[in-house]
T-cell receptor, first 114, second 117 residues
Framework: AQTVTQSQPEMSVQEAETVTLSCTYD???????LFWYKQPPSRQMILVIR??????QNATENRFSVNFQKAAKSFSLKISDSQLGDAAMYFC???????????FGSGTKLNVKP | GAVVSQHPSWVICKSGTSVKIECRSL??????MFWYRQFPKQSLMLMAT?????????EQGVEKDKFLINHASLTLSTLTVTSAHPEDSSFYIC?????????????FGPGTRLTVL
């Protein structure tokens, strides 16, 4: 089974600064999707960003961008100009190309200091 | 678009009773819905995959007789916790994959907090 590892249980960043959350995964598939989800205190899961493995270009969504290293099986999330509203749990997730099931990492709690 | 609702948002029940949680895709049809369980400060644990018109596929270690899943239509899946006990207290989240478009993404409901006394 695929595994997703987030090695940082908790991180802190100063408001307006940049922070990078790490994620590695293990798979034997060549085609797959990777996701970062945000879960604020409301516990509603929100998609932050998505990356297709066949795309070499790193995905970007406003202040959020990823560093996708396929050979290294690494998928980090960079948050620029951090805002207080970015404080949440962040989960990295993997989904195989032909399978519906998603695999989640253990999560990283992000604190944003004013 | 792509909104998923869950009902109820929270429920308290007595030990031994059954509780039903509904998951609805409001503005799209979903052939596949997932049910997750989340303990405090932990990740989502997939319980089962629900496909419209067929039996749910349960993950290893999940009791299918305790957690009954029914996916009766393309917009509704239900999770029934039978003979609930305090250890079943948790946060339950459903998600849905649209039949068309956004095929590689799942949309989450807001979750249901279950407390069994």
């Amino acid at each position: 089974a695929q595994t997703v590892t987030q090695s940082q249980p908790e991180m802190s960043v100063q408001e307006a600064e940049t922070v990078t959350l790490s994620c590695t995964y293990d798979t034997s598939e060549s085609d797959y999707y990777l996701f970062w989800y945000k879960q604020p205190p409301s516990r509603q899961m929100i998609l932050v960003i998505r990356q297709e493995a066949y795309k070499q270009q790193n995905a970007t969504e406003n202040r959020f961008s990823v560093n996708f290293q396929k050979a290294a099986k690494s998928f980090s999330l960079k948050i620029s100009d951090s805002q207080l509203g970015d404080a949440a749990m962040y989960f990295c997730a993997y989904r195989g190309y032909n399978f519906n099931k998603f695999y989640f990492g253990s999560g990283t709690k992000l604190n944003v200091k004013p | 678009g792509a909104v998923v609702s869950q009902h109820p948002s929270w429920v308290i029940c007595k030990s031994g009773t059954s509780v039903k949680i509904e998951c609805r895709s409001l503005d799209f049809q979903a052939t596949t819905m997932f049910w997750y369980r989340q303990f405090p400060k932990q990740s989502l644990m997939l319980m089962a995959t629900s496909n419209e018109g067929s039996k749910a596929t349960y993950e290893q270690g999940v009791e299918k007789d305790k957690f009954l899943i029914n996916h009766a239509s393309l917009t509704l899946s239900t999770l029934t916790v039978t003979s609930a006990h305090p250890e079943d207290s948790s946060f339950y989240i459903c998600s849905a994959i649209p039949l068309a478009g956004f095929y590689n993404e799942q949309f989450f409901g807001p979750g249901t907090r279950l407390t069994v006394l």
